[in-house]
């Protein structure tokens, strides 16, 4: 059994707060709308100082269901979105073969809700979270308590999509030659994202990979561009 909350599920209407949409119809729509942001933002931040990332990739899609594959600091599994008889959008995570995460999802408000399986009674604060544009997600650990080891000093996993930014950065041992790169913002500047290939010997940044910089515009061969500018 899919083990869904002892409630019916509610997915917000701004026209007809009463009964909602129709779960019907809105839980393709969100699998549809989790699935085709994977692309474009596939790397997802543990945040917490030197929090992992885990990368995304979409392994099947259907109307009805899909799934994403995650690998994250040698770990890797299967995330799979169905929805469930009773209304509610189903969440499973398998790692090696064994199921090791349930959630159920709805949204009832601009922020989309999640409930671990079996959950009898409806607390006023949900213990998941997702935002409204799906670019954070936060999980109570004590609902879920294999996420416990990436869970804050409060008992929480907050994620944040890593939203890319592409910065030029100078090479010192090259003549006028700028790299363009990704950067992710954090805590008002921008941390340098090593390339998934590794540099060449010769390449010789002018902030290295993982270095937290100030940015500025700067006209390059006749473009306006983000340039790494000084240590943040």
């Not at 929805?83 to 090696?96: E, F, K, N, R, Y």
């Not at 890593?162 to 790169?181: A, F, G, K, Q, S």
């Not at 902030?207 to 983000?226: I, K, T």
Request: proline share 9%; net charge negative.
């Amino acid at each position: 059994m899919s083990g869904a909350p002892h409630w019916p599920p509610c997915f917000f209407d701004l026209f007809n707060a009463e009964t909602g949409l129709d779960p019907a119809n809105e839980v393709p729509f969100l699998i549809d709308s989790l699935v085709s942001e994977v692309p474009r933002t596939p790397d997802w931040r543990v945040d917490e100082p030197g929090g992992p990332v885990i990368r995304l990739s979409v392994i099947s899609y259907a109307k009805h269901a899909a799934q994403a594959a995650f690998v994250a600091d040698g770990a890797s599994g299967v995330i799979a979105f169905s929805g469930d008889p009773s209304g509610w959008l189903q969440i499973d995570v398998t790692m090696s073969g064994m199921h090791a995460f349930r959630a159920f999802l709805d949204r009832p408000c601009e922020e989309h809700h999640l409930w671990p399986a079996h959950t009898v009674t409806k607390a006023s604060d949900p213990p998941g979270r997702m935002g409204k544009k799906r670019n954070w997600l936060s999980l109570q650990a004590e609902a879920w308590p294999v996420l416990r080891p990436l869970a804050n000093a409060g008992g929480w996993v907050n994620l944040m999509a890593m939203e890319y930014l592409t910065i030029h950065v100078r090479l010192l041992n090259r003549d006028n030659v700028w790299l363009p790169v990704r950067g992710v913002p954090v805590d008002f500047a921008f941390e340098l994202i090593a390339p998934d290939e590794v540099a060449p010997d010769t390449e010789l940044w002018e902030f290295p990979p993982g270095s937290h910089v100030r940015c500025e515009m700067r006209e390059l061969d006749g473009r306006d561009v983000v340039v790494a500018a000084a240590l943040a």
